[in-house]
């Protein structure tokens, strides 16, 4: 175990003095050997603490700080290129005009991207300086609980902490866990398609969901990666990324592989967008070349609207049983809502009892939940005993203990900023509504409601001075948004949300100009302490070698937020608006996020399962 120890040591030196993430991330490979033989040793001897020490030292990249990207002008400029690129090819996409050249330019552009940034500098800081105390962690935790989850080979184990007492609980095989999360999400996806009775359709335009599939995103291949195509669907692409190390099943039926490419470290893609050529209505309706994602997530049931993520623009036409007026009958809709809330919940229960029912009482307490590979994407509000708990997710015991350091103080001058990205009228309205109330706060000096946890760091009076900045239509510029964003307190950009498999920097939130990329995020020299990202699948990590993440959740962690509520799964941009609005209040009361999202889902329990599916699919991330 000393040589191991000596050899981990190493790759998190190397680590620590790399200032590209890409760069950084693929390292890991070099060290994830030896953290499972660490982790395999002491799974034998064991000891709780020493399963959770090579566990933590396994996951070590997660805390390396960021370095802030070169100030260079190519730097610059290359970001700037590639956003007229992508804006461009997104235009020529909607109006039907050939996209080959434009399609080229982006890769060309993305290149330059990925070269600017590499002349960064790390900070030298070694991960491995500053372990994680049990007795440190104990006393961060207070009343809470925490499970940090640790595979061994095809086998997972548990270690939980519950008042100062640890326990080591094996768990079982791994892919029966795995299908099982597969299931949840699958579940999620289909109730965030469901539709009240009288607001279904089968013909018409969707956009009802906040993701930006279908927005040309550029393929690895282009983008000049080493990455290959080979699977049945981008869906399998953007939500595969469920492994232990770099590959993993995907959810819509493809298979992902992610891998670090020779001493590049850039990310391979695996599965490419496949566009749905019929309705599984029975009808004879076909899918616009807009909204593929839409079509597949909202449209594989013939009671299901076009509606269903926050994706494309979905037409549909059927002459199915829906007969010429379109209209789905009420007892069909009702079918298809019992039948997926009845197949999420059967594969949600199974799962809790996989993952929670061994641990046993966990007293009520608020949970900390540490994953691993797969459980990465796993919504932990569905869970039945997680339903209405705070839970907070991070990739390391010892992030969560950085976030909790991150935490603001009583005394802090707030500042909220609000943005809404382009072609989705329920975040328009969201952000709308939100300016209003945070405006409220700016004018009285007061939270609109009372605090109920007063024992809470987030529980504090509201400063003297409550700014709040709204952005929205053209105002919303990727240049505006960073402005706002640095040194603000609250910050809430409801837009389409793009996951992109073959290098999850290119990830992204699209607004007016163009995306605002991980890239673009990572030059901000202060981030917002609370980040709230109601976009499709945005609090989905790229899981890599060593349980190392990627994409916006990850880099905002890595930055120094403390906490990020965002959803590992589509979500519906109406239902998303009231869960948002909801949440917010809370969180103007003073509740901590995790509190507050917990308080969100418990609020919405009896509303309808569109609403339930949007809430469940939100995580809090960090602290």
Known sequence: MRAARA????????????????????????????????????????????????????????????????????????????????????????????????????????????????????????????????????????????VEYVRDGSELYAVAVVSGRWRLVPLGAVDPISRLADQVGFGLRRAASVREPGTVTLTGTAAGGRDGAGTGAVSAGEA????????????????????????????????????????????????????????????????????????????????????????????????????????????????????????????????EERLLGPLGDLGGRDLVVIPTGVLHSVAWGVLPRLEHRPVTVAPSARAWLRAQRAMPSRDRHARTVVVAGPGLPGAAKEVARLGVAYRAIGSSGRPTTTPERADTPWDTTAPARHTTEALDGTDATVHQVLLALDGADTAHI???????????????????????????????????????????????HAVLAGDEVMGLVASLLAMGTADVIAPVAVVDDAATTEVMVALHERLRAGDRPDVALAAVRFAVSGASPTTRAAAAAFTCHGG
């Open 7 to 146: 050899g981990l040591r190493a790759v998190h030196r190397r680590q620590a003095v790399l200032g590209a993430t890409d760069l950084r991330v693929s390292t890991a490979r070099y060290g994830e050997r030896l953290g499972a033989l660490g982790v395999s040793l002491a799974l034998d001897g064991g000891h709780p603490r020493t399963v959770f020490a090579w566990a933590e030292r396994s996951r070590a990249g997660s805390v390396v700080r960021r370095a802030l990207p070169p100030e260079d002008p190519a730097y610059t400029a290359a970001l700037v290129e590639l956003r007229r690129r992508s804006h461009d090819l997104v235009d020529a996409q909607l109006s039907g005009e050939p996209t080959a050249a434009l399609r080229a330019a982006a890769a060309r552009a993305e290149r330059a991207v990925v070269a600017a940034s590499r002349s960064a500098h790390g900070s030298g800081a070694s991960s491995s300086d500053g372990e994680v105390s049990p007795s440190e962690l104990v006393v961060a935790l207070a009343d809470r609980a925490l």
């Open 224 to 351: 000049g990666g080493s990455g290959g195509v080979d699977a049945a669907g981008e869906e399998g692409a953007r939500e595969g990324l469920r492994s232990d190390s770099i590959s993993g099943e995907g959810d819509g039926g493809g298979k992902a592989r992610v891998a670090s490419s020779g001493e590049s470290g850039e990310i391979d893609q695996a599965g490419k967008a496949r566009a749905a050529s019929s309705v599984e209505a029975g009808g004879s309706g076909g899918v616009d070349a807009a909204g593929e994602e839409g079509a597949r997530e909202g449209l594989r049931s013939d009671s299901m609207s076009g509606e269903g993520d926050r994706g494309g623009k979905a037409r549909v036409a059927s002459s199915g049983e829906a007969g010429g007026s379109g209209e789905v009958g009420e007892g069909l809709a009702r079918v298809v809502r019992a039948g997926v809330d009845g197949a999420t919940a059967d594969a949600a229960r199974l799962l």
């Open 494 to 540: 409801a837009a389409h949300g793009i996951l992109r498999a073959d290098n999850p920097q290119f990830s992204a939130l699209e607004l007016v100009d163009g995306p605002l990329t991980v890239y673009d995020l990572e030059r901000l020299r202060t981030p917002p302490r609370l980040m709230v990202l109601p976009a499709c699948r945005s609090g989905v």
